[in-house]
DNA sequence: AGTGCCGGGGT
DNA sequence: ACCCCGGCACT
């Protein structure tokens, strides 16, 4: 038991390995060069990707907290361009996000929730709120030092950042700007989702079991959902590396959600976009009008005059493809 | 949007 | 026959 706590206990509590494998992952959908700049701090090239791909917050290897949390943020963005609200939302963000990416940091704040039902205790040291957990909760008095771990699953880190927060907001209730000043940066409530899929795991093995009443719990899986179900669904076109998801020894979350995302859009959209017609086309009708239709000619691959000269010398071609004829010199 | 070229003009 | 081009299938 000890060691599976230990072991439970690292793994939620340190989040870099999470944030460590996302970074690595890229390099196999693009080239082999993401690797070498990995490293490097380039700047100017593209956008989005060398943005989060840059690891060279992670090299930072003190300070684990804001390079977490800053670097877990960003694949989060990565992802949400999927989401239509959010995007939209963040995508000023995201160009903006360039230029400044570290100063953000300055704005991170990291507190500690406990998660214990009908406690949403919210203190800004671990310390602190293991001691509320061992002693409120666990009721181990005494010796505050000791500890078997077992607080950790009972409370989650939740970096308080003030984009992010209105970020999570506008995703949320992408309806109301006023509020967007005022009661995001009070309460953090999307925030929960970042640190919150961390403990996620831990969340569901242990509170599912035990107790599905507590109000805090649910609340913030809720909020997650609503925050993560949309960016999932675009992760699988572009941002395919499944940061998150991938990261969490727990695969019952990711797969799932990237799955669906893949099947279930195009589908949805298809079937939806274009009505029954499209699916009967195919399983009726596509061999009849094809033939039909297609007696044209498959088409020559090659290139022809038009493109081997171009428009310009024209003189050039063929009479055949002066004439717009099939071409005679190029011939398939 | 760019290409290849059929079908159909005009001279 | 020579030359052009509208328009469509493909990519």
């Known amino acids: 038991m000890d060691k599976v706590t230990a072991a439970m206990v690292l793994t939620s509590l340190s989040t870099s390995p999470l944030v460590r494998s996302p970074p690595v992952r890229p390099n196999e959908g693009l080239s082999g060069s993401w690797k070498e700049g990995g490293g490097v701090p380039s700047s100017t090239s593209s956008s989005g990707y060398?943005?989060?791909?840059?690891?060279?917050?992670?090299?930072?290897?003190?300070?684990?907290?804001?390079?977490?949390?800053?670097?877990?943020?960003?694949?989060?963005r990565s992802l949400a361009p999927a989401d239509d609200g959010i995007d939209e939302a963040e995508a000023s963000n995201l160009l903006f996000d360039e230029p400044i990416?570290?100063?953000?940091?300055?704005?991170?704040?990291?507190?500690?929730?406990?998660?214990?039902?009908?406690?949403?205790?919210?203190?800004?040291?671990?310390?602190?709120?293991?001691?509320?957990?061992?002693?409120?909760?666990?009721?181990?008095?005494?010796?505050?030092?000791?500890?078997?771990?077992?607080?950790?699953?009972?409370?989650?880190?939740?970096?308080?950042?003030?984009?992010?927060?209105?970020?999570?907001?506008?995703?949320?209730?992408?309806?109301?700007?006023?509020?967007?000043?005022?009661?995001?940066?009070?309460?953090?409530?999307?925030?929960?989702?970042?640190?919150?899929?961390?403990?996620a795991k831990t969340e569901t093995k242990l509170m599912t079991p035990l107790s599905r009443s507590a109000p805090t719990t649910?609340?913030?899986?809720?909020?997650?959902?609503?925050?993560?179900?949309?960016?999932?669904?675009?992760?699988?076109?572009?941002?395919?590396?499944?940061?998150?998801?991938?990261?969490?020894?727990?695969?019952?979350?990711?797969?799932?959600v990237t799955f669906t995302g893949i099947p279930v859009s195009p589908t949805h959209n298809h079937a939806v976009g274009a009505g029954e017609q499209r699916q009967h086309t195919h399983t009726v009708l596509s061999s009849p009008p094809r033939g039909t239709v297609s007696l044209r000619k498959p088409r020559g691959e090659g290139k022809k005059c038009r493109k081997v000269y171009g428009m310009e010398n024209r003189d050039m071609w063929c009479t055949a493809c002066r004439w717009k004829k099939a071409c005679q010199r190029f011939i398939d």
Not at 127 to 153: C, P
């Open 50 to 76: 060398w943005s989060w791909s840059a690891p060279s917050d992670q090299s930072n290897p003190s300070t684990p907290s804001p390079p977490l949390s800053a670097d877990s943020f960003k694949p989060f």
């Open 101 to 199: 990416p570290r100063k953000r940091k300055n704005s991170m704040k990291v507190m500690f929730k406990c998660l214990w039902k009908n406690c949403g205790k919210v203190l800004s040291t671990a310390a602190g709120i293991q001691k509320h957990i061992r002693t409120i909760h666990l009721g181990r008095v005494g010796d505050s030092d000791y500890s078997d771990g077992e607080e950790d699953f009972y409370y989650t880190e939740i970096k308080l950042n003030t984009d992010s927060v209105a970020e999570g907001l506008s995703g949320l209730a992408p309806v109301s700007p006023s509020q967007s000043l005022a009661s995001p940066p009070t309460f953090p409530i999307p925030e929960s989702s970042r640190a919150e899929t961390t403990c």
């Open 218 to 256: 649910l609340y913030l899986v809720h909020t997650d959902h609503a925050y993560q179900a949309t960016p999932p669904v675009t992760i699988p076109g572009s941002a395919k590396f499944t940061p998150n998801g991938s990261s969490f020894s727990i695969s019952w979350q990711s797969p799932p």
